[in-house]
């Protein structure tokens, strides 16, 4: 049997909703045509790609190579449908934050100069914002450049910044230095995150207190009082929240702003997002 893009659909749906019938209610068929069509697929590749619990549904390792490049093969799909209807759409991915204090800049001038193509900002998750799972088709990452599967480019740099509670005593300063640190509790997202031990030599490194996986949490965590978070620029533009303050770290060394996109698909206009971004942030 030859499978379909509507057999990688399913799969998807089902690594995405966590069980069958989940799965079915997003699709809008049935539980049964759900099972049937995951099974056609098994057996047309001749592996287990889900484990069926009683009440959840479980992808083996097999079936979660298979998600991550089906996410892509169904991003491409919808890209060619687009492209062949005449609209066509640019999707850029972010973890924390776009491009800062740049993002509406990028909007307007991209609006303006290509008038064609839709750019859509999504907010991802991961180191790479949802490029790994085929989400986007690039993504702006400040960490460092990706090898193997990835090309990136610099686009610019931005200072770090810290975030604290209001009521800190931090409050009253204008700026923060990177031995105030010292002592001090600190939130921090391993995976997405740009900051690491290795920023502070060893004796004036603060104490990694807690970790989490989004923006979200972090400052919810800094809200809570639960230590104060270091992070780039741009976070403090797209996320201010009442109780949480910003000052720029003046002696930090600065975080890489980067542009990553799939080998091999470096298109004009992932050049032309490129190069706008190299202007913006040059300027």
């Given at each position: 049997m030859?499978?379909?893009?509507?057999?990688?659909?399913?799969?998807?749906?089902?690594?995405?909703?966590?069980?069958?019938?989940?799965?079915?209610?997003?699709?809008?068929?049935?539980?049964?045509?759900?099972?049937?069509t995951l099974k056609s697929l098994e057996e047309a590749w001749g592996v287990l790609l889900v484990r069926?619990?009683?009440?959840?549904?479980?992808?083996?390792?097999?079936?979660?190579?298979?998600?991550?490049?089906?996410?892509?093969?169904?991003?491409?799909?919808?890209?060619?449908?687009?492209?062949?209807?005449?609209?066509?759409?640019?999707?850029?991915?972010?973890?924390?934050?776009?491009?800062?204090?740049?993002?509406?800049a990028l909007q307007r001038t991209w609006s303006e100069q290509q008038p064609e193509i839709q750019l859509a900002l999504v907010r991802g998750s991961g180191p790479f914002a949802g490029l790994a799972e085929g989400l986007v088709d690039a993504a702006i990452v400040r960490r460092p450049a990706p090898t193997?599967?990835?090309?990136?480019?610099?686009?610019?740099?931005?200072?770090?910044?810290?975030?604290?509670?209001?009521?800190?005593?931090?409050?009253?300063?204008?700026?923060?230095?990177?031995?105030?640190?010292?002592?001090?509790?600190?939130?921090?997202?391993?995976?997405?995150?740009t900051t690491t031990p290795d920023l502070w030599p060893e004796d004036l490194r603060p104490t990694f207190a807690a970790e989490v996986d989004s923006v979200d949490a972090w400052l919810d965590a800094i809200t809570a009082g639960t230590?104060?978070?270091?992070?780039?620029?741009a976070t403090a533009h797209q996320h201010q929240r009442a109780g949480v303050l910003y000052r720029v770290i003046s002696d930090a060394p600065p975080v890489e702003v980067r542009l990553v996109w799939h080998r091999g698909e470096h298109t004009p206009a992932i050049a032309e997002l490129r190069r706008m971004l190299t202007e913006l942030y040059s300027a």
């Open positions: 030859a499978w379909e893009l509507r057999h990688i659909r399913t799969l998807v749906a089902i690594a995405e909703a966590g069980s069958l019938t989940d799965a079915a209610i997003s699709l809008g068929i049935s539980q049964a045509q759900v099972s049937r069926r619990l009683s009440r959840e549904a479980v992808l083996t390792t097999q079936g979660q190579q298979a998600v991550l490049r089906g996410r892509h093969l169904l991003a491409q799909a919808e890209q060619m449908e687009t492209a062949a209807r005449g609209h066509q759409t640019l999707r850029l991915g972010y973890s924390w934050a776009a491009v800062g204090r740049h993002t509406r193997g599967r990835f090309d990136s480019a610099l686009v610019g740099l931005e200072r770090r910044v810290t975030g604290f509670p209001a009521e800190d005593s931090w409050a009253g300063r204008r700026r923060v230095r990177m031995a105030d640190f010292s002592g001090r509790r600190l939130i921090v997202d391993t995976k997405a995150g230590g104060v978070g270091v992070s780039a620029e």
